[in-house]
């Protein structure tokens, strides 16, 4: 073999990984909502009281959300959101993990009163099968989908046409109560926004950044399916709704709310 004709050949395998690299195709990009390390916002939950069926609806309560910090954890950096109420009088909380790259729940921390005083409960999820964050048996709000969501691939300037609707995609939840173990099956849907929600999409148009998603979270729960507005440019769902709570956004403005202390880990019990 001729000097050149080497030269040509490794020429050849420099320049063939580059290219290789350069043609291979780039996932379809998503909807993730991205913070900062000092962000908050304030979500206003009204509850259906089951035991009075002439008031069906308890009073609103408002919960703060906050950006405490990013940490590592189980070698993920996480947001870490500390959640709590408005009224100090109500001793319910929350300390989320969330990975920073797609917002997946990495673990869940649900501070709640008792006959013993307060207790919490710490739920560490498997990083590696995301699923839907649900609240379980908390009222704090904190309910979520999987991301990124799915953009549209043509859109009008309304934003409600030019979409194909993706298939339902279904996890497995794994619930541990004690010793046992309870398999529970969530099923995240993505579709078009319907019109009836264009009102709810207007009121944050001055957050807007982009594209507006509708998701619906399905499961074998007592409440049914949950539906979620989610908007570019917002920092969490606009609206959740289902049979026994509905969620709004509170539009951004001067707050006046002093954060309550995260509550340590270490606090101790079970519900």
């Not at 035991?51 to 954890?73: C, D, G, H, Q």
Request: net charge positive; glycine share 6%; with cysteine.
């Amino acid at each position: 073999m001729s000097r050149f004709s080497a030269i040509c050949i490794l020429a050849v395998l420099i320049l063939f990984p580059l290219t290789a690299q350069a043609q291979e195709p780039q996932p379809a990009s998503g909807f993730v909502p991205k913070w900062t390390v000092g962000d908050q916002w304030t979500l206003q939950a009204s509850y259906r009281d089951l035991k009075n069926a002439s008031e069906p609806w308890l009073p609103p309560v408002r919960w703060v959300f906050r950006v405490k910090a990013i940490k590592n954890i189980f070698r993920m950096d996480c947001y870490v959101i500390h959640v709590f109420p408005q009224d100090a009088r109500l001793k319910m909380q929350a300390v989320l993990y969330l990975a920073v790259r797609d917002l997946r729940p990495v673990r869940v921390i649900d501070i709640f009163p008792t006959a013993q005083g307060v207790k919490n409960r710490i739920r560490d999820l498997d990083p590696m099968h995301p699923t839907p964050l649900l609240n379980e048996d908390s009222m704090v709000p904190y309910d979520m989908p999987v991301f990124p969501l799915m953009r549209m691939t043509t859109q009008r300037a309304d934003g409600f046409a030019g979409y194909t609707e993706p298939e339902a995609r279904n996890f497995d939840k794994i619930a541990t109560y004690g010793v046992f173990k309870f398999k529970r099956n969530v099923a995240q849907t993505g579709k078009q926004p319907e019109r009836r929600y264009a009102d709810s999409f207007a009121t944050y148009r001055s957050m807007a950044t982009g594209e507006s998603f509708q998701v619906e979270l399905a499961d074998s729960g007592p409440t049914g399916t949950l539906t979620q507005l989610w908007q570019e440019g917002a920092p969490w769902a606009i609206s959740s709704e289902n049979s026994a709570r509905k969620i709004w956004l509170v539009p951004a403005g001067p707050s006046k709310v002093t954060p309550a202390a995260t509550p340590r880990a270490s606090q101790g019990g079970a519900q």
